[in-house]
């Protein structure tokens, strides 16, 4: 009887991802933009994972000793940050369909997966935590099921100390007005820049796509009605933003 010839592939390793214990709105796999990249990353390299929820980041300080999520266990081993977690993922063999092959075209991905990951996931946390016409709808949803205490006394006392992040690193210092008046020109650039076709840098996805996607796809709730409007009124980037949600499901 012939033999069967084996299969020259490494087996994947087991891959466990640390996040948060909530149930996302359809269409998001977490409200973390950050847990985000990294779902849809597993998803774009057709890498089979399973969740390790947490009530808070501190849930998983055994795995990564700041308290904060993602954390991707990599047979066990742990990967702490959303950039580092897709450099370890295109290390896997095979290697991930994302994963640019231009070292030069992978660069520049990192510069715009930076700028999504501070300026854009800074609005993030502004249109759910600061902005007035957001807090009741993110407040339900994050604390509605909780406590009374929680509800009346800590979520408001969370809110504060994160507006004054927002404060301290310059985002909500001049107030509202300014704050999404400088989110509507990023906007406007943003889908000046957008293409008509393919990915962010070329006909691959990549760390840019991957990085930008996750921030604004964010926005694109229930929770954020006015920021979901704005992005939705760029045509071009909101074209962009659908097929990078079709090719990371």
Not at 134 to 141: E, G, I, V
Request: aromatic residues 8%; charged residues 20%; contains cysteine.
């Amino acid at each position: 009887m012939q033999q069967a010839p084996s299969d020259p592939r490494p087996a994947q390793p087991v891959l466990v991802l640390c996040e948060l214990q909530r149930d996302p709105l359809p269409g998001l796999d977490s409200y973390s933009p950050f847990c985000l990249k990294v779902h849809r990353a597993l998803k774009a390299a057709g890498l089979a994972y399973s969740s390790r929820p947490g009530r808070t980041p501190d849930a998983h300080r055994d795995v990564n000793p700041i308290g904060q999520v993602p954390v991707l266990l990599i047979d066990g081993r742990p990967v702490a940050d959303s950039t580092r977690i897709l450099a370890a993922l295109a290390a896997l063999h095979p290697t991930p369909a994302w994963a640019a092959v231009d070292p030069l075209v992978h660069a520049e991905g990192l510069l715009w997966e930076e700028l999504a990951d501070t300026t854009l996931g800074g609005f993030v946390v502004a249109a759910r935590w600061a902005d007035e016409r957001n807090w009741p709808f993110l407040r339900d949803t994050f604390f509605g099921a909780a406590p009374w205490p929680v509800r009346v006394l800590i979520a408001p006392a969370v809110r504060r100390r994160i507006v004054r992040g927002l404060v301290a690193r310059d985002l909500w210092r001049a107030g509202h007005d300014a704050c999404w008046s400088r989110f509507e020109v990023l906007l406007d650039a943003l889908e000046r820049r957008a293409p008509t076709s393919g990915f962010w840098l070329g006909d691959r996805l990549g760390v840019a796509d991957l990085g930008l996607f996750a921030p604004l796809h964010s926005l694109r709730t229930p929770l954020t009605p006015w920021q979901h409007a704005q992005v939705q009124a760029r045509p071009n980037l909101r074209a962009y933003l659908d097929r990078v949600d079709a090719a990371t499901r």
